[in-house]
């Protein structure tokens, strides 16, 4: 097994207190067994880059990360990767933002990182790049004479050619990509998007996986990312789980709880996923005091004005429909803005009738995954999934939805609450198995071993 070079954003490295999300605990393993290392932003700042690298080993773990400077992090982070790229990638052109020092930064930010990485790789390495921060970083480091394989997996999804042309300079940006051996993407429906922007903007050819343009080759792949399920189940057998499963019991008495997990991010639809909660409140009123909406939404990318809004926007429709709603010993939503440990999402995910996963657009969602490996066999809840999210084209058996659609999203959460148990246990069980089957693990060997075996000549 040749040594494996992670290069991601962030650098999640084992934490003392075991509180680890699935894919850094499956990177671990795999940097573990190959004496891999970990490269990335380090995540603090300092007055001026000094392109100092540290280094760090955690339970048999490397991680190598630079400090940024503020104006990087501004550009380059709060700039390109999530006013431009993110809000474009997301299908959000309408709030996107093109502004040319974003682009500046982004550039500026890959290069000060390539200029480390390039020193530290060796002959035999394998190289994966992760996320839409990083797109030109193989070319970067061909520049330097790299010529390792290069793989690269894009967690968000690919925007159709028309929304993606909106880019200054999108040509320059996918060109560059032309660097790696292979590039991963979630699901078929943005694969398909990649390969119309190369054959209609970039004048390319496909021939299967395999897309050229001018002379330049890259392997095209769909390889969808999974979860630790057999680590998120056994988190549901532990003390912290049982704990805020009794709390739950306590404060739930008999009430039916529906439940969303999500970073607060427009992309996940919480307006409109509280809209249709308050739809079906009017239209059911049989249904008050007989249901809760526990809503768990961390703030994120705080810096960004469109997460404040949302933010804003949030508390506000969550306090009005509560206003409406509410009687002296019920409220009808339960809306929390801090992170949980995975034991405690366990717990949360399991007390819950329904699962709401009502991404407006989303990569993958792991949530929906986590929701379905924490159900108890004998009495499962029931997935309402946005089919716009990746994992709808795994998971056809949760109940699709359109998230934009208010009344559609209500009657398929009263159809959740009132299913029989033979049905929730057939959808449930095939789920659960694609779950298993295809967990994180599966998705890090099988696109690992496409890196290194696509033949690519340099
Ligand atoms: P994204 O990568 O866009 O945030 P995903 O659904 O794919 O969306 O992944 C989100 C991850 O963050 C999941 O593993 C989920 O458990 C975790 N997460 C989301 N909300 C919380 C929370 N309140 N506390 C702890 N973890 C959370
Ligand atoms: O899923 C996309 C993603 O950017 C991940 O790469 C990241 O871990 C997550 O969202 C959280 O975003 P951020 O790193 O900006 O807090």
């Known amino acids: 097994m040749s040594r494996l070079i992670v290069v991601s954003n962030r650098v999640s490295m084992p934490s003392p207190d075991g509180s680890q999300g699935g ?12 004496g891999g290392l970990w490269f990335g932003w380090s995540g603090r700042e300092v007055e001026q880059f000094n392109g100092s690298v ?9 991680s190598a990360v630079v400090d940024l400077e503020p104006q990087d992090v501004e550009e380059y982070y709060n700039g390109f990767a999530n006013r431009t ?12 933002k093109y502004n040319r020092s974003f682009g500046s930064g982004y550039e500026r930010v890959n290069k000060r990182f390539a200029e480390p990485l390039h020193v530290m790789i060796e002959p035999d390495d394998t190289i994966w790049i992760n996320d839409y921060h990083l797109i030109p970083m193989a070319s970067l480091l061909r520049e330097h004479g790299i010529k390792n394989k290069i793989g690269f997996f894009l967690h968000t999804p690919w925007p159709p050619t028309r929304l993606l042309v909106s880019l200054p300079h999108h040509e320059r940006l996918v060109r560059s990509m032309f660097g790696y051996d292979v590039v ?40 969808p990312i999974g979860i630790d399920f057999k680590n998120f189940v056994e988190s549901g057998e532990t003390e912290l789980a049982h704990q805020l499963s009794e709390r739950m019991r306590v404060s739930l008495r008999q009430l039916t709880m529906i439940v969303g997990v999500d970073r607060l991010d427009y992309s996940k639809g919480l307006q409109e996923r509280l809209v249709s909660f308050e739809h079906m409140l009017s239209a059911h009123p049989e249904l008050h005091r007989s249901v809760v909406l526990v809503q768990v939404a961390p703030p994120s990318r705080g810096e960004v004005e ?21 009687e002296v010993d019920w409220t009808p939503i339960r809306y929390v803005n801090r992170g949980y440990r995975r034991e405690e999402l366990t717990a949360l995910y399991r007390a819950a009738r329904v699962g709401l996963v009502t991404p407006l657009r989303d990569g993958m969602n792991l949530v929906a995954k986590e929701y379905i490996a ?9 997935l309402v999934l946005s089919r716009f999210a990746g994992a709808a084209a795994q998971m056809s058996d949760a109940l699709l939805v ?29 789920l659960r198995d694609g779950v298993e089957r295809e967990d994180v693990h599966w998705w890090r060997e099988k696109f690992v071993k496409m890196i290194e075996e696509t033949e690519t000549v340099r």
Request: net charge negative.
């Open 374 to 382: 924490a159900q108890d066999p004998e009495d499962p809840g029931v």
């Open 23 to 34: 894919l850094a605990v499956a990177l671990q393993a795999a940097l573990r067994e190959s």
């Open 184 to 223: 991963g993407f979630q699901t078929g429906e943005w694969l398909e998007s990649f390969r119309h922007y190369c054959e209609n903007e970039l004048g390319g050819t496909v021939e299967g996986d395999y897309i050229t343009v001018d002379g330049q080759r890259l392997r095209a792949v769909v390889c």
């Open 85 to 96: 790229l993110w809000p474009l990638f997301h299908y959000r052109i309408d709030i996107a």
């Open 54 to 62: 540290s280094f760090e080993e955690v339970d048999g773990v490397r």
């Open 402 to 430: 359109n998230p934009y659609a208010p009344e559609e999203v209500a009657d398929a959460i009263q159809r959740a609450l009132k299913m029989p148990l033979s049905e929730r246990k057939a959808r449930f069980k095939t």
């Open 306 to 326: 469109q997460y404040r809004h949302v933010r804003e926007e949030l508390n506000e429709l969550a306090g009005r429909i509560n206003g409406m709603f509410a």
